[in-house]
């Protein structure tokens, strides 16, 4: 699978004058799918003249158009496969547009993957100023956060053992308490209120909830409860398209709708 030959724009600004977080217009994207394996240069060349593409170009974003004003904490929801997460790869930058144009108006820190860069043959303690550097924190500056990491992934007892002898959700626990020490004008999540069990999730929702207000932020879920709890505005995607966009009840009723 590789992506369509990129003719859309990201551009990142710094405005301080603006009140407008992210703009983005006409935002398509499509990947490129195989439909038809060439063996060799042979076959290459023989498909080729055949007139035989060999692949098909699927289209998972449409036409988006969002304004996400600075401040905003915004709600993405949609069905498995709707497009969110490729919208919010666009937003970070990991993927570049088909088509449109984006705007990113200050720093963006992308909680997509948690606990990428982790090694699990190092220790807890070792991940941290691992995974630390790789946000951009210097060793000073993670010394002092350090007891904080330690103190919200509830790892006190297990920071000199192997990552690799941790359960998965201690990994997350760990990843999620370094990722959110990052800080950023704008911050996109991806389903992360979801890890961890109920009582970690609790602590995530009152660190979200100690954002509110101060802090642009995207968030996609597929919980209603925290769209109508922390999001100003909700928009739902469906095929790749705003299928629904505005107050989080009105979104929320409408992505409920979806399986009725
Ligand atoms: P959602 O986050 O709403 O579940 P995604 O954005 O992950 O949806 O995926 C939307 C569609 O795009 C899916 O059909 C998925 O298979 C496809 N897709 C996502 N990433 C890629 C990729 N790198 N290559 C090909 N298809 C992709």
């Known amino acids: 699978m590789s992506e369509k030959r990129t003719i859309g724009k990201r551009i990142e600004i ?15 994207k499509s990947f ?23 692949y098909r170009d699927q289209k998972v974003l449409d036409g988006i158009d969002l304004e996400i004003k600075k401040g905003e904490f915004v709600g993405i929801v949609g069905r498995n496969g709707s497009g969110k997460s490729t919208l919010l790869k666009l937003l970070a930058g990991i993927y570049y547009p088909s088509a449109g144009e984006i705007t990113i108006n200050g720093s963006l820190v992308p909680f997509i993957e948690l606990g990428v860069g982790f090694n699990m043959e190092l220790s807890g303690r070792e991940n941290v100023y691992l995974n630390g550097a790789i946000l951009g924190f210097s060793n000073s500056e993670i010394d002092a956060m350090y ?12 920071m000199d053992q192997k990552l690799k002898n941790y359960s998965s959700g201690m990994q997350v626990r760990l990843a999620f308490s370094i990722a959110i020490r990052a800080k950023g004008d704008i911050l996109i999540l991806d389903e992360v209120l979801a890890v961890g069990d109920a009582e970690f999730q609790n602590k995530c929702n009152d ?10 932020m995207i968030l996609v879920t597929h919980s209603m409860d925290n769209v109508k709890k922390f999001c100003d505005r909700a928009i739902m995607i469906e095929n790749g398209k705003i299928a629904c966009e505005g107050k989080p009840e009105k979104v929320a009723k409408a992505y409920e709708k979806l399986w009725s």
């Open 32 to 54: 490129r799918l195989p439909t038809e394996r060439a063996w060799g240069l042979k076959q290459t060349l023989f498909n080729r003249l055949r007139g035989i593409k060999g």
């Open 147 to 158: 007891d904080d990491i330690v103190k919200f992934a509830e790892l006190g007892d297990f």
């Open 14 to 28: 710094c405005d301080n004058k603006s009140n407008s977080a992210i703009i983005a217009r006409g935002l398509s």
């Open 207 to 216: 660190y979200f909830e100690s954002l509110h207000g101060n802090q642009t």
